[in-house]
């Protein structure tokens, strides 16, 4: 062993010396590093292998494109024009979309579109609209039918003694009132010129045009609907004297006279319709009359010569009548000769709705040509559901 001095007197091995220390350290270090450094090249070069043998098997050699105009990042407000316009629905199928976008997918033949803003326009215009559908009770339902269930008996009761025998008492009866559901249809067209060249929002224009043909129609069915292909409305149901109702029929009170108000007092019928119906449903009533018969009603004054009627106090509110909102619907009859012109009840509890949520457009360039059809289609009925909740005024004299 090789022996170094490091004192006068002292010997110290060359392996202890602070040089070959630090040697050693770095030696091994070194030899580390080099294994580190191999078993790193080793997993890239797998990884890179790995990655070329995916990339082979998803290419697509020879397969020409879906579309040459279809864009990732094309708004869905543009691509659904250019599909109304020219029916060019390469935009469409190009989207990502999301599927809580829609509320209706393409169906199983494809090409029934739905665009969620039109709908949504639709549907808010049917509920701003000044008809039955404003005051009822509206459901939606994914069935054909909705059915209610109704309970319009009373619990037997009785007063007991102490001591004295029970007596069996009467059991309430629930009736079911099944409203199906029917189609409604709309079918605007326009020119494909026009839709070509239009400089304004095709969107909107569809949306409104829709919206006035089921407006209308939705209506006229909830008010007179005779329940073939059609919501029934409440004045196609049997009517009687409110004095003999009965369950199934809806109750009227006469004015008096025929085709007309009485000739003194003629705000006593109005007073005795209010009264006719239940306190139950008449804190959630509401007036229903078409503008010619409110054009009447509202010139009536009571004994102190103060009007029945009173304008909304603030903007969007219902004028109101006796303290009760009045809704314009123009489907209502006017005054003649044993017409029933005004309705008063709770229609949330008196008349229900029921409808799908979903609303299908389909467009049509070939049926019409040169148009361009625009065919709409939504299932919707409508039934009375309590016949308690809802009473007449007759203009007869009984």
């Known amino acids: 062993m090789t022996e170094t001095k490091a004192r006068a007197g002292e010997v110290v091995p060359e392996a202890l010396h602070p040089g070959a220390e630090v040697k050693s350290a770095m030696t091994g270090f070194l030899k580390e590093f080099s294994g580190f450094q191999a078993e790193m090249k080793t997993a890239l070069q797998q990884q890179e292998e790995r990655m070329t043998m995916l990339d082979r098997k998803t290419m697509t050699y020879g397969r020409p494109a879906l579309s040459a105009q279809a864009e990732v990042d094309v708004p869905h407000k543009k691509a659904f024009d250019a599909y109304l316009r020219s029916g060019d629905d390469d935009g469409l199928r190009g989207l990502v979309l999301e599927g809580k976008a829609l509320n209706t997918a393409v169906n199983a033949e494809g090409g029934f579109l739905v665009d969620p803003q039109t709908a949504e326009t639709i549907r808010s215009s049917l509920k701003s609209t000044s008809s039955i559908r404003a005051v009822a009770n509206v459901v939606q339902v994914e069935a054909t039918s909705f059915d209610v269930l109704i309970d319009h008996t009373d619990v037997g009761s009785g007063w007991a003694t102490e001591t004295g025998a029970m007596v069996e008492t009467g059991t309430p009866a629930i009736e079911r009132i099944s409203i199906p559901l029917h189609e409604l249809s709309a079918l605007p067209k326009a020119s494909q010129r026009l839709l070509d060249d239009s400089a304004f929002d095709v969107e909107g224009w569809l949306a409104g045009r829709i919206a006035d043909k089921f407006m209308r129609a939705e209506a006229a069915s909830f008010v007179a609907g005779d329940g073939v292909d059609k919501p029934r409305g409440f004045l196609n149901h049997a009517k009687v004297a409110d004095g003999s109702w009965t369950w199934g029929n809806l109750g009227y009170i006469a004015t008096g006279e025929a085709g007309d108000f009485l000739g003194s007092n003629p705000a006593d019928a109005i007073v005795d319709l209010v009264y006719a119906l239940d306190a139950t449903y008449r804190a959630n009533a509401t007036f229903v009359m078409n ?8 010139k009536m004054k009571d004994a102190d010569g103060r009007f029945l009627w009173s304008d909304g106090l603030a903007a969007g509110e219902p004028a109101r009548l006796m303290g009760y909102p009045v809704l ?10 044993n017409a029933y012109g ?26 019409a040509k040169p148009h361009v059809l625009f065919y709409a289609t939504k299932r919707v009925g409508g039934d009375v559901s309590d016949f308690a909740a809802i009473k007449l005024l007759k203009f007869a004299v009984s």
Not at 292 to 298: L, M, P
Not at 328 to 337: L, V
Not at 347 to 366: C, K, N, Q
């Open 342 to 367: 005004i309705a008063f009840g709770d229609f949330a509890s008196g008349y229900t709705i029921a409808e799908r949520p979903d609303l299908r457009v389909m467009r049509d360039p070939f049926s």
């Open 291 to 298: 503008s010619k018969t409110a054009g009447a009603v509202r």
């Open 328 to 337: 314009i619907a123009e489907d209502m009859p006017d005054i003649t000769a």
